[in-house]
């Protein structure tokens, strides 16, 4: 099965630092979504990109995190400086135009201590 | 923006009974629904989803019916069975333009007690 995949699995970090998250998406696949979740707001859309060029990053708090697509292997989310509440799992989505279904990426688990 | 809402949050059911978890959405232009089904500890998984074009959709013990005059679609479990112990999300998409982002409900989190 093809795959979505994000790097790190897991991720703890101090406040203040800063945080890369990494997604490949699937070959082929033109369109790439960043996804957070947590308990009390469910699964937010961040960002999301279309044949590399950023659609809508408006649930995305502009001043902290920036996402960005530099090839069509690649996608990052970064962070900074991290705050404790921005502690969730986050989650890369691809999809293909031609279809309507998008596949998940297993998540990063992020922790700002 | 779209708005989608999910009922209900939590559903305990016994093996063997159905399950039933609605949705109901803001925008008619939405024209694709589909439910996805999260493990603990695991990523969203595609289930089945419904086009604004059909009324039903089926695969084995899972449905799906979609009704566009009320804004609401329903996913139907038939025959449960422990390993469908799971959150459930429902979402919905106005596609045009290029763009299909996803709104997603908040979840159900469905126990099949054995």
């Known amino acids: 099965d093809a795959r979505v995949t994000q790097t790190p699995r897991d991720k703890v970090t101090e406040m203040g630092q800063e945080v890369t998250m990494r997604c490949q998406p699937i070959?082929?696949?033109?369109?790439v979504f960043w996804y957070r979740q947590t308990m009390m707001q469910g699964l937010e859309l961040l960002a999301y990109?279309?044949?590399?060029?950023?659609?809508?990053d408006s649930g995305m708090p502009k001043d902290r995190f920036s996402a960005e697509m530099p090839d069509a292997t690649l996608a990052t989310l970064k962070i900074q400086p991290s705050e404790p509440r921005d502690s969730a799992v986050y989650f890369c989505?691809?999809?293909?135009?031609?279809?309507?279904?998008?596949?998940f990426g297993s998540g990063t688990r992020l922790t700002v201590v | 923006g779209e708005n989608v809402e999910q009922h209900p949050s939590t559903l305990s059911v016994q093996e063997g009974d159905s399950a039933v978890i609605k949705c109901t959405y803001s925008?008619?232009?939405?024209?694709?629904f589909p439910w996805y089904k999260q493990e603990l500890g695991k990523r969203p998984q595609l289930i089945i989803d419904?086009?604004?074009?059909?009324g039903e959709k089926k695969d084995q013990r899972i449905a799906v019916t979609l009704n566009k005059t009320a804004k609401h679609f329903s996913l139907h479990i038939t025959e449960t069975q422990p390993e469908d112990s799971a959150v459930y999300f429902c979402?919905?998409?106005?596609?045009?333009?290029?763009?299909?982002?996803?709104?997603f409900g908040k979840g159900t989190k469905l126990s099949v007690i054995p």
């Open positions: 419904i086009r604004s074009n059909v």
């Open positions: 925008d008619s232009a939405s024209n694709y």
């Open positions: 990109f279309r044949n590399r060029a950023p659609l809508d």
């Open positions: 979402a919905a998409s106005i596609s045009g333009a290029g763009s299909y982002q996803l709104t």
């Open positions: 070959l082929g696949h033109n369109t």
């Open positions: 989505a691809s999809g293909l135009d031609s279809s309507y279904g998008y596949t």
